[in-house]
């Protein structure tokens, strides 16, 4: 073996072993977690990393002790029971929840992320470019500090409808905040500026000739949007909606400072309910992030190639 033959091995070697390290750093919360859910409450809290018998039970526990010691019903012939708190098993409730917010909220960043990125992609108007800059100067303020603003105006803006009918003195009529609504958990987060970042990219590296030839086919900026960038399109969509919906699933903070009663929060706040003031149950709550993460991991596994593809080919394009 000559000596670049051996250098490029080595190199070789050396890559996989670093890669091989990282992926093993990622995975260990994950693996901890995973094994932590099912060993005792004595074994958790010695910080043991192995169980000594697998308690399998732990996941069925986790449900009842959310539901408030009850055992979860199902009635086939009312179904949507399931989703009220007292007759039916919170947990679902709470996934419900964070399912409405989640597929809300990205349907809102998309609709907001493509108009805004193809206009600061296509569109030519002053101060285009300062007003994109600008934009993107405002990922540099902590989300903390807009906590406080945001909920302000959740406490000041009324519901469209105990607006429409107080306006029109419709009988019974109360004004109701945003406070414990969908409202508040998906309308201020409809729009954001990494989306907008990320579909502009993409939009600027889609040939003119394209918009060209539509344009003498009588195509308007609408039409070449929806008939031509759109479908071409599918990567960054896929990429944007995927990042949304963890984002929204994740979510914690917000939730928790909007909601008060438990039917409207979503899975990462009912996880609270296992900490209480008598202790924190450790292997109950390592079962429920557990299961909350089941329906992340396999929307992963079917979108994978198009979030890698999206991640890949968009956002490092200048």
Known sequence: MNRDRLRHELTNL???LILISGALFMIFPFAWMVLGSLQS?????????????????????????????????FDPSNPWLILERDRGCIIVRYFANTLVIGFGTVLGVLTTGVLAGYAFARLHF??????????????????????????????WFPTPESWFATTFGLPGAEPHNWIDTYYAMIIPWIATVF??????QFFKGIPNELFDAAL????????????????????????SA?????????????????????????????????????????????AG???????????????????????ANVGIRG
């Open 41 to 73: 409450f004595a074994e958790t809290t010695r910080g043991e990393f192995l169980p000594s018998t697998p308690m399998w039970s732990n996941y069925g526990d986790v449900i009842r002790t959310m539901n408030g010691s009850k055992p979860c019903v």
């Open 14 to 16: 050396g890559i996989h």
């Open 242 to 286: 995927l990042l949304t919906f963890l984002g929204s699933w994740n979510a914690l903070m917000w939730p928790l400072l909007v909601t008060n009663s438990p039917e409207m929060r979503p899975i990462q706040v009912g996880l609270r309910s296992l900490i209480t003031e008598a202790g924190t149950q450790t292997q109950l709550l390592l």
């Open 126 to 155: 002053p101060g285009r470019e300062l007003l994109f800059k600008l934009l993107l100067a405002t990922m540099m303020i902590p989300g903390e500090l807009t906590l406080i603003p945001n909920y302000v105006f959740m406490v």
């Open 216 to 239: 003498l086919d009588g195509a308007t900026h609408s039409r070449f949007l929806v008939s031509v960038v759109l479908p071409l399109s599918k990567p960054v969509l896929i990429t």
């Open 289 to 311: 992030a557990t299961i909350t993460i089941i329906p992340i991991i396999i929307l992963y596994l079917f979108l994978q190639r198009w979030f890698v593809s999206g991640i």
């Open 195 to 200: 989306s907008i970042f990320l579909f502009r």
